[in-house]
């Protein structure tokens, strides 16, 4: 094989370990060991705490400058893309822009080598295209990745959202504020709802106008239903609206949203099942019940010499 086949796959090699960073979970950052902390250990040597580090600790300087790399030749436009997708999938805590970014640059690397050593030995136009198929695909795999966690979010944020409400108006009935009625459904929820409604009101408390809060809420998520929510909790607010009153009409609303989403995914059953149907059913049952009677008929017309 030719030697750039070699130089290919070792750079495909050497992409493995930072790839593994990138998306590889938060690791903690011990510099030196808990006596040299606390006090008590004496003086230590530099070369021995450093040693007591991690692989991955001791790369991370050389890594952090391959992130700054990588953001240096992304293009402002797609860093903002990146950025509002990081938004919209909640940002993760192992998914920091830095990792994102050092991991779209891997993969796009390793897109590229593969690529080169498949076309290596088929160079075709066709193999060409597969080449930059394959570069492309791998540089932008961490973006569909975050697109797909977006829409995950979503969906949770969605399902979550009518027995939020039923909950905020059962407290506000109950006497309470808006705010404390929001935090305790943040406090009692679970999921990216939850955590967004305690994310709004932390930004109250530091100053940020309840209405301005909301609308960050609705900017954050990018659900449908929340910033119909958001809007009529606004314009309840600026009229004057109880707004225990805009609550119960909301969750009512919301409720009957989901039953209407779940009899649409129920007619939605008859039209995904024909083609499984045709294709794979209705083709075994001919040739189970069709198949003995065809065989008859033809030792009938044709003796044992035309059966099948």
């Known amino acids: 094989m030719p030697v750039t086949v070699y130089l290919a796959a070792a750079a ?80 993760p805590a192992a998914w920091t822009m830095e990792r994102v970014l050092v991991g779209k640059l891997v993969l796009g690397t390793a ?7 498949a076309f290596a030995d088929k160079r075709t136009v066709l193999w060409l295209l ?83 809060a909301l609308r960050n809420l609705a900017d954050r998520t990018e659900q449908p239903d929340l910033r119909h929510f958001v809007l009529a909790v606004v314009q309840a607010e600026n009229y004057g609206i109880p707004i225990a009153e805009v609550l119960r009409v909301q969750a009512a609303e919301q409720r009957m949203k989901r039953r209407q989403r779940a009899e649409e995914k129920a007619m939605k059953i008859p039209v995904k099942i024909i083609f499984p149907l045709i294709l794979c059913i209705l083709p075994t049952l001919f040739i189970v019940i069709l198949g003995p009677a065809a065989i008859q008929m033809s030792r009938t017309l044709f003796g044992d010499g035309g059966a099948f």
């Open 12 to 91: 495909v090699a050497l992409s493995v370990p930072l790839l593994w960073w990138s998306i590889a979970g938060a690791r903690s950052n011990k510099m030196v060991d808990r006596s040299v902390l606390m006090g008590t250990g004496g003086p230590t040597d530099l070369r021995v705490a450093v040693l007591q580090q991690s692989g991955i600790e001791r790369a991370r300087p050389a890594l952090g400058n391959l992130g700054q790399l990588a953001r240096r030749l992304t293009p402002v436009g797609w860093y903002e893309a990146l950025e509002r997708r990081l938004m919209l999938a909640g940002r």
């Open 111 to 117: 897109g590229f080598g593969l690529g080169f050593v």
């Open 130 to 212: 597969v080449w930059g198929g394959m570069t492309t695909l791998g540089y932008f795999a961490p973006d569909l990745l975050l697109y797909s966690r977006g829409i995950e979010r979503r969906e949770s944020i969605q399902k979550s959202l009518p027995d939020t409400l039923d909950q905020m108006t059962i407290a506000v009935e109950a006497g309470l504020g808006f705010e404390s009625a929001m935090a305790r459904a943040g406090r009692t929820g679970e999921g990216p709802l939850a955590d967004e409604l305690v994310r709004t009101l932390q930004e109250v408390q530091i100053g940020v106008p309840r209405s301005k």
